[in-house]
């Protein structure tokens, strides 16, 4: 049975950086793969995806450059790096992957990012 698992996550100050991981088990992972966050209360938001072969990026507008994504498919893992992290940026954050952009059927169940003040 394939699994995505995240970590990565902590508690760590504003303007610090984390990087998390995705890693998949039971297959290959050469799929699409996006990363969400969901805030205490809020509803989850997008935050990145990255294609197969890793050479195409998207993100959502309001990391303003921070965030980056990378993987290395040999490891069966994708990467976000986060920058210079706000309270603001504490949620759970979820990678999930599928074979087409934007259609997740796996998800992991989340690491959680807080950043103090």
């Known amino acids: 049975q394939v699994t995505l698992v995240e970590s990565g996550g902590g508690l760590v100050q504003a303007g610090d950086s984390l990087r998390l991981s995705c890693v998949a088990s039971?297959?290959?992972?050469?799929?699409?793969v996006g990363w969400f966050r969901q805030a205490p209360g809020k509803e989850r938001e997008f935050v990145g995806r990255i294609n197969p072969s890793g050479s195409v990026t998207f993100y959502a507008d309001y990391l303003k450059n921070r965030f980056a994504l990378s993987r290395d498919n040999a490891k069966g893992a994708v990467y976000l790096q986060m920058n210079d992290l706000t309270p603001a940026d504490t949620a759970e954050y979820l990678c999930?992957?599928?074979?087409?952009?934007?259609?997740?059927?796996?998800w992991g169940r989340g690491t959680m990012v807080t950043v103090s003040s």
């Open positions: 039971g297959r290959g992972f050469s799929d699409y």
């Open positions: 999930a992957t599928g074979v087409t952009p934007g259609v997740y059927p796996l």
